[in-house]
């Protein structure tokens, strides 16, 4: 069955401090893979998308994310965090090879930043 | 941009009343889908709606639960008989081709049940 993993719960930088966030997934496919945030009493919107092709991806606000099939691994990153960084983030698999695709999502991580 | 719009943002409720939940997706999208999230919990998938059928249904998705498009623009999430453990926050989300597309979400509709 499709998983995700984000094995930090919480995580806190200083503001201007570079950000990684760890994920890493289970699927017996190719993998569609993306990166939500949630911002408090928000929707989730959609930061970044991994299909095919060149293993960076670029999304907005400043992040990437790098695939590394041999790692099973979608990290996210982004070089200087700013205050309004601040939220949730949840990595996802799509499940599905045709029609209507799940998403499967992580527990998420909790982002704070310290001024 | 177009968005998903949720009603209502927040629903109180009795337990063993039925609550519907509506969405109205982005107009020219034909994927419809609905999440849950628990509070402190991960989103987790409910119904995914296409052709006016369901698609894909999770084990938490029981008897009790039914989605329907009434008309062009809404879909609706229908809990018949609402128990505590339906409290949760729902997402609906969209998207024009279901399969190799990012799914656009709504803001939620936080579900208590007293």
């Known amino acids: 069955a499709q998983s995700v993993t984000q094995p930090d719960i919480h995580i806190t930088v200083s503001e201007g401090a570079s950000l990684e966030l760890r994920c890493n997934y289970s699927?017996?496919?190719?993998?569609?893979l993306f990166w939500y945030v949630q911002s408090p009493g928000q929707g989730l919107q959609l930061l970044l998308k991994y299909f095919s092709g060149d293993t960076l991806v670029q999304g907005i606000k400043g992040f990437e994310a790098e695939f590394k099939r041999s790692q099973s691994s979608f990290n996210l990153r982004k070089p200087s965090v700013h205050w309004s960084d601040a939220a949730e983030y949840f990595c996802a698999v799509g499940a599905g090879i045709q029609g209507a695709q799940k998403l499967v999502f992580g527990q998420g991580t909790r982002l704070t930043i310290n001024p | 941009e177009p968005e998903v719009t949720q009603t209502p943002s927040h629903q109180v409720t009795q337990m063993g009343q039925e609550v519907i939940l509506r969405c109205v997706p982005i107009?020219?999208?034909?994927?419809f889908y609905w999440y849950r999230q628990i509070l402190g919990q991960k989103v987790e998938f409910l119904v995914s709606?296409?052709?006016?059928?369901?698609?894909?249904k999770s084990e938490i998705f029981d008897d009790q639960f039914s989605v329907e498009r009434p008309d062009g623009s809404n879909f609706t999430l229908k809990i018949r008989s609402t128990k505590l453990e339906d409290s949760a926050m729902y997402f609906c989300?969209?998207?024009?081709?279901?399969?190799?597309?990012?799914?656009?979400f709504g803001d939620g509709t936080r579900l208590s049940i007293l």
């Open positions: 989300a969209s998207n024009l081709q279901g399969f190799n597309q990012p799914q656009h």
């Open positions: 709606f296409y052709n006016n059928e369901i698609s894909e």
């Open positions: 699927y017996g496919a190719t993998p569609y």
């Open positions: 107009s020219n999208h034909l994927y």
